[in-house]
């Protein structure tokens, strides 16, 4: 009987062991792709931290540090903010372009195709906005 228990008890700490170990894989897993597939305030965040590890910046450095972050962004956004007609004009030309290789039965679910794409990447520009207004 003694044996038995002692047995049991073995076994369940490696079960434990066992869970715990492929518990902590698991997380470390999902921790590297939340991470790789995360937004571009996540990034500047672990930018941010790696800058504060490595090289021990100051509490004024890391104001300036993070001025600096929001400049460039600005500038960037401002940039792409100067072309983005161009792009809608290349857009369109694009859309009108398939359009006129498709039959006239395909045209309606084509548009609808675009319509949902447009539909994701407006909710995806309004994430963005939303993120990078929480982290100013």
């Not at 009108?96 to 395909?106: M, S």
């Amino acid at each position: 009987m003694q044996r038995n228990q002692v047995t049991a008890a073995a076994f369940a700490a490696l079960l434990f062991v066992g869970g715990a170990a492929v518990g902590a894989l698991g997380h470390r897993y999902y921790a590297a792709t939340t991470v790789i597939a995360g937004s571009p305030e996540v990034a500047r965040h672990k930018y941010v931290q790696e800058m504060q590890d490595r090289l021990k910046l100051t509490p004024t450095q890391l104001t300036q540090l993070e001025t600096i972050l929001h400049e460039t962004k600005a500038k960037t956004r401002a940039v792409r903010d100067s072309y983005q007609p161009q792009m809608l004009k290349i857009k369109q030309d694009h859309i009108d372009r398939v359009k006129a290789i498709l039959t006239p039965e395909q045209i309606p679910a084509y548009e609808k195709l675009v319509a949902e794409r447009e539909q994701r990447s407006r909710e995806q520009d309004e994430r963005d906005r939303r993120n990078a207004n929480a982290t100013h």
